[in-house]
């Protein structure tokens, strides 16, 4: 009886221990799946623009250097997937302004050395082509280009409601916020409506004496539109985030609107 009493207390210890490793192997596979889920890499889109002429001047436009070149590399350091797109794919305008020696930061002095990003650059993706389920959040760099083109684009309209109804950010700067002009919520107000947003002031327009040239004001767009548009001084860095939606004042505030898409990111 002893020897038997003693087998039996031996089988029930290693079932005991068999059913223990085999919860810990479950609770192990859990905390993978979460930390795979939680170290997934992020994939933000970009959309630059594909408008070069600057309305009737016969002077050349685009997007603007700095606007793209320190959200990009901010992002990507910090190891953000990114792709870019355009409404006609290929290569976009830059405009020629934003390489001048006076726009320049140390942004703009990486991409001008960076043969890698530039080659990419060349290849944007068509904006037909792209589905806001493979992006976690979508962000527009400007220059003056956007005012023509994305403001209108219904490609691009289609798609940033869609980032917007499915939860995930909108981030634009400077003359970006154009990209409102047209999106709107699935009752049919704007999407800027009742949300506190800033873009390109009026005084910031009329300091580079192109108020009479573009085809909008961002300010008096946005304002509108219904937004609730703030601003600070001329030139000075100033974003503002309002749920999904986060803007920038002009091309000092491009690194600030990154910031603030990278932390809604995590």
């Given at each position: 009886m002893k020897k038997i009493s003693i087998i039996i207390t031996a089988i029930v210890l290693l079932s005991a221990c068999a059913k223990?490793?085999?919860?810990?192997?479950?609770?192990?596979?859990?905390?993978?799946?979460?930390?795979?889920?939680n170290t997934k890499m992020k994939n933000v889109l970009f959309v630059l623009t594909s408008h070069h002429k600057l309305g009737t001047t016969g002077e050349k436009t685009g997007f603007w250097i700095e606007e793209f070149a320190a959200p990009y590399y901010l992002l990507k350091d910090k190891g953000i997937a990114i792709t870019i797109a355009s409404p006609k794919g290929g290569q976009p305008p830059i405009d020629p302004k934003s390489n001048e020696a006076d726009f320049q930061t140390p942004a703009t002095v990486r991409f001008n050395n960076d043969a890698e990003t530039k080659e990419i650059l060349s290849k944007t993706l068509k904006l037909e082509t792209i589905n806001q389920e493979d992006f976690d959040a979508i962000f527009y760099p400007g220059g003056h280009g956007p005012l023509w083109d994305l403001a209108e684009d219904k490609n691009s309209i289609s798609l940033i409601e869609s980032f917007y109804n499915n939860n995930k950010p909108v981030a634009a700067v400077c003359h970006a916020?154009?990209?409102?002009?047209?999106?709107?919520?699935?009752?049919?107000?704007?999407?800027?409506?009742?949300?506190?947003?800033?873009?390109?002031?009026?005084?910031?327009?009329?300091?580079?004496?192109?108020?009479?040239?573009v085809p909008f004001l961002v300010e008096d767009m946005l304002k509108e539109n219904g937004g609730i548009y703030s601003k600070k001084a001329d030139w000075?860095?100033?974003?503002?985030?309002?749920?999904?939606?986060?803007?920038?004042?002009?091309?000092?505030?491009?690194?600030?609107?990154?910031?603030l898409l990278l932390e809604r990111l995590k």
């Open positions: 223990s490793i085999k919860e810990n192997k479950s609770v192990d596979n859990n905390l993978n799946n979460n930390t795979e889920k916020p154009a990209i409102f002009k047209n999106t709107k919520k699935t009752d049919g107000t704007y999407l800027v409506d009742g949300k506190k947003v800033t873009g390109f002031t009026n005084t910031e327009e009329e300091a580079v004496q192109l108020t009479t040239v000075t860095s100033y974003a503002v985030e309002d749920g999904l939606l986060i803007t920038g004042q002009n091309p000092a505030s491009s690194e600030l609107v990154a910031e």
